[in-house]
């Protein structure tokens, strides 16, 4: 048990080619249960589709043990957001085949699984060298992503859902788009107390999202790389010195400083 336990230790943090190989297929993996939780969201449950998401919990669920076995911090893991956020969507993919009822609300459990997006971008913070280099934009970008996707799964159920269909879904995030973007064409409106305080919620924190995003995409980029001196974690792509205290910094590039 104990060379099982450092085989998979070493697959989720090790510097071997191996362990690198395995973890871009854990991150391909995620993306493609992300992309297949939005397209599915609207479609009718069929049993090669109970049967797929079966499997897919299983999978997901297979990580998430995998992950909770070689923490070195229990309680932190288990606090993490993406790891409640697995925790949930695990049990929405198993549990479906014994409920009769109420797929709608599974669906939105599912788009959950758009918060493992930020599991994913740590592991490209270790693997990617132009991840670090353009974080502040990249992580900008998917938090304005899952905000919209995970928000337009509970607008799908709460005002859609009767309507059904690809149809009902794509009215969902036509809304929520329109909402957060504050263009309000006034063809698609909530008309209940809740709804309307929905639509508050989704224009603060959408126009929020959006300068974010803007800013980071046009102030000057940074890599993230801590001083050892005084620090700092954020620097020009191609310091040599931290520009608070003067200590070397010794910043991995590719030899492309830019211009």
Same mark, same amino acid.
């Not at 699984?113 to 493992?116: A, E, G, Q, S």
């Given at each position: 048990?104990?060379?099982?336990h ?12 191996r ?9 391909v ?38 992950r ?16 409640l &956020?697995d925790?949930?969507v695990?049990l929405?993919?198993?549990? &479906? ?15 959950l699984?758009?918060?493992?997006a930020?599991?994913v971008?740590r ?10 280099r ?6 900008? &970008?998917?938090?304005?992503f899952v905000?919209i996707?995970v ?10 859902? $009767? $309507? ?5 879904y794509v009215? &969902? ?23 309307k305080?929905?639509s ?13 995003l803007?800013?980071a ?8 790389h ?25 910043i991995?590039t ?6």
């Open positions: 048990m104990e060379a099982l450092r085989t998979v230790r070493l697959l989720y943090t090790g510097q071997s080619q362990a690198r190989r395995f973890r871009y297929g854990l991150i993996f995620d993306a493609v249960t992300i992309v297949y939780f939005i397209a599915t969201a609207a479609l009718p449950t069929t049993p090669v589709m109970t049967a797929l998401n079966t499997g897919l919990g299983l999978l997901i669920l297979l990580d998430l043990v995998a909770l076995w070689i923490s070195e911090n229990l309680r932190r893991e288990l606090t993490r957001i993406y790891t &956020a925790l949930v695990v929405s993919l198993l549990l &479906a085949p014994l409920i009769t009822e109420n797929f709608a609300f599974l669906r939105v459990l599912r788009g699984r758009l918060i493992h930020y599991s971008l592991d490209l913070r270790r693997e990617s060298l132009f991840f670090r353009h974080e502040d934009a990249i992580l900008a &970008a998917v938090n304005l905000f996707f928000i337009t799964s509970f607008v799908f159920v709460l005002a859609f859902d $009767e $309507e059904g269909g690809v149809a009902g009215d &969902a995030l036509y809304f929520t788009v329109a909402t957060l973007t504050t263009t309000g064409f006034g063809d698609i409106t909530m008309t209940t107390t809740g709804g305080l929905l508050v919620f989704i224009m603060v924190v959408g126009v929020a999202l959006f300068v974010q803007a800013r995409i046009f102030q000057p980029s940074k890599i993230k801590k001083c050892s001196e005084c620090g700092l974690n954020r620097h020009e792509p191609d310091a040599v010195h931290c520009k608070h205290c003067g200590e070397l910094l010794n991995e590719e030899g492309d400083i830019g211009t």
